[in-house]
């Protein structure tokens, strides 16, 4: 699948009434909304607790120099990730 073009200079954050909470039971990331209740993987959690300002350029290369993988390997994985959540309305690219 080809990832969704966001520009390197978009700043993802969330959407207005969506929280990045850890679920008290399961210990899990979630993304609550009014509607209801998204369950983070691990990967989605890492994009989106760095939606905080950071551009997406700066969540890549940050991710890849904590991981240690080049940031053309982790590109398409967060635009795509971002992408989906922007389609689902739990983000917003400013």
Sequence with gaps: MQAPTIAGSAQPKLARGVRLQTDSKTGNSVLLFPEG??????????IVSRCD????GEIIHTLAEE?????QM?????????GDLQRRKLIELV
């Design 37 to 46: 209740v998204l369950e983070l993987n691990e990967t989605a959690q890492d």
């Design 53 to 56: 300002g950071r551009t997406v």
């Design 67 to 71: 991981y240690d993988i080049d940031p």
């Design 74 to 82: 982790l590109d398409a994985d967060v635009r795509e990730t971002l």
